[in-house]
C-alpha cells in the first residue's frame, strides 16, 4: 500500500514538472536570449533571469555556449500558459519587461606598473637617444558596460597613473611625475569562453627631449587610439580558471599645439587567472608613438587585480 502511493507521488510530481515547462526545438540562427524573447518569459538577463536558470535546466555549461539547430530546449511557463509543445507561440510585439539594471556591468582593477622608455629627439638643439626608467607607477582602469544582447556589450572605459622617473646621473627632468589619463569606448564580443573587443580613444603619450645640456623635458600629448583584443580561457581547474590574451593598436596621426603626432602602433600579452569575476592579472605591453620631431617607445610590465561583475549583483 505504501508502494502504491509513493508511485503515485512520484507520477503526480512528474506530471507537474511536464506541465510547468514548454519544449522547444531549436531553429537556425536561434539564440537563448531570442527563444526566450519568442515565448514572452522574462526577466531574460542578469543572476535572476531566466537565460541563467534555462542554462543550469538545460545542461549547458556557459550562457554562451552554442545551441545546435535540432536541439529540443526546455523553458518555463506560467501557469495559465502552459503548453507543451515543439513550436514557439508567435513573438510579441513588444519585448518582454526587464529590469534594465541588469544590463549593466562594471569592472575595477587596480594595477602598479614599471615602463622602460627610450626617447629618439631630434630637436634644434642635437640628436639624442634618452633613456628614462619610470618609478613604480600605480593607476586604475574603470569600465562601464551596457549589454544589448547575449553576446555584444556597449564599453566606456577610463583609467589614469602616476608616473614619476629615476634620477639620472647627467640630466634632470623637468617635471617629477607625470599624470596620463585615458579614456574612450568600444564594444565587446563573448562567447563561451572567447572575447573579443575593439576601442577607440585618446591615450596619454609622452615625449622627450632635450633643450639643454643637463635638462630632459617631458611633454604629455593625447593621442588618439585604435585598440583591439583577443581573450580565451585556455585552462580551467576546479573553479579557477586560466586566461590568456592578446592586444594590439594603431596609434593615429593627431596635431596639437604641442606636437604633430604621426602613426604608432603597438601590442602586448595579458595572463589571468581567477574566478569568473575577481581575477590576478600580469601584463606586458610595447608601444611606439611617432612624432615629426620625436620618437618615444615604451615597454611595460605590471601587475593588477580584476573586479567585474552587474550592478544588480
Not at 47 to 57: A, H, N
Not at 116 to 126: G, H, I, M, P, V
Not at 178 to 202: D, I, K, P
Not at 257 to 264: A, D, H, N, T, V
Amino acid at each position: 500500500m505504501k508502494l502504491f502511493i509513493y508511485t503515485l507521488a512520484v507520477l503526480s510530481s512528474l506530471q507537474l514538472r511536464a506541465n510547468d515547462v514548454v519544449e522547444y526545438r531549436v531553429k537556425k540562427g536561434d539564440t537563448l536570449s531570442d527563444i526566450l524573447f519568442k515565448l514572452n518569459i522574462g526577466p531574460i538577463y542578469g543572476p535572476k533571469g531566466f537565460q541563467e536558470f534555462s542554462v543550469k535546466t538545460n545542461k549547458l555549461k556557459r550562457r554562451g555556449d552554442k545551441i545546435r539547430v535540432g536541439d529540443v530546449l526546455i523553458f518555463p511557463v506560467s501557469p495559465v500558459d502552459r503548453v507543451v509543445s515543439s513550436e514557439a507561440p508567435p513573438a510579441p510585439s513588444e519585448a518582454p519587461p526587464d529590469d534594465p539594471s541588469q544590463h549593466h556591468s562594471f569592472l575595477v582593477s587596480p594595477q602598479v606598473s614599471w615602463i622602460n622608455f627610450l626617447s629618439e629627439s631630434k630637436d634644434a638643439f642635437q640628436h639624442n637617444d634618452l633613456k628614462a626608467y619610470s618609478r613604480p607607477v600605480p593607476g586604475a582602469h574603470l569600465q562601464y558596460g551596457l549589454q544589448w544582447d547575449e553576446n555584444w556589450s556597449f564599453l566606456f572605459f577610463s583609467s589614469f597613473s602616476k608616473v614619476s622617473f629615476y634620477p639620472d646621473d647627467v640630466f634632470t627632468y623637468n617635471r617629477s611625475d607625470v599624470s596620463r589619463n585615458n579614456y574612450g569606448f568600444g564594444v565587446s564580443y563573448r562567447a563561451g569562453s572567447t572575447e573579443w573587443g575593439s576601442r577607440l580613444g585618446f591615450y596619454d603619450q609622452l615625449f622627450f627631449s632635450l633643450p639643454s645640456t643637463s635638462e630632459i623635458d617631458v611633454d604629455v600629448v593625447a593621442l588618439p587610439e585604435f585598440h583591439l583584443s583577443y581573450r580565451r580561457a585556455v585552462k580551467q581547474y576546479k573553479k579557477m580558471s586560466f586566461k590568456v590574451g592578446l592586444n594590439g593598436k594603431a596609434i593615429l596621426p593627431y596635431q596639437t599645439p604641442k606636437i604633430k603626432g604621426e602613426l604608432g602602433y603597438g601590442g602586448g600579452l595579458d595572463f589571468l587567472v581567477g574566478s569568473a569575476h575577481k581575477n590576478l592579472r600580469l601584463f606586458l605591453n610595447h608601444s611606439q608613438a611617432n612624432a615629426s620631431d620625436n620618437k618615444t617607445t615604451a615597454s611595460e610590465v605590471g601587475l593588477g587585480f580584476v573586479m567585474e561583475g552587474n550592478f544588480d549583483d
